[in-house]
């Protein structure tokens, strides 16, 4: 049964994977593609995370996981708010 909860987390992470790239591709606004970018980022890395947890994994690679998403958010978060203040200082007139 957990094997099949694990499966269907990673599915729904690929899923949700497609779901972002999909929407980076009809999105006309770079700004409003940050968000695809952001959405991939947050449910795919939790999908991931809720599954090493109940993998049943050691602590120390659920704990690495958590690490590892927590840099993500972080890193994108810090990525995003300067590209998006590049898009914003391109599209003023100077």
């Known amino acids: ?3 099949r909860v694990v499966e269907t987390l990673l599915a729904l ?8 790239a999909v929407a980076l591709t009809r999105l006309a606004w ?3 593609r ?3 970018v952001t ?3 947050i449910a795919s890395g ?9 993998w049943g ?3 120390d690679e659920v704990i690495k996981a958590a690490i590892l998403l927590g840099t993500l958010l972080v890193g994108g978060a ?3 708010h300067s590209t998006a203040r590049a898009i914003v200082r391109r599209r003023t007139p100077r």
């Open 1 to 3: 049964m957990r094997v």
């Open 13 to 20: 992470a690929v899923a949700a994977t497609w779901l972002g």
């Open 30 to 32: 770079p700004l409003d």
């Open 34 to 36: 940050l968000h695809c």
């Open 39 to 41: 959405f991939v980022n």
């Open 46 to 54: 939790a999908l991931i995370l809720l599954a090493a947890a109940l």
């Open 57 to 59: 994994g050691s602590a």
């Open 78 to 80: 810090a990525i995003g």
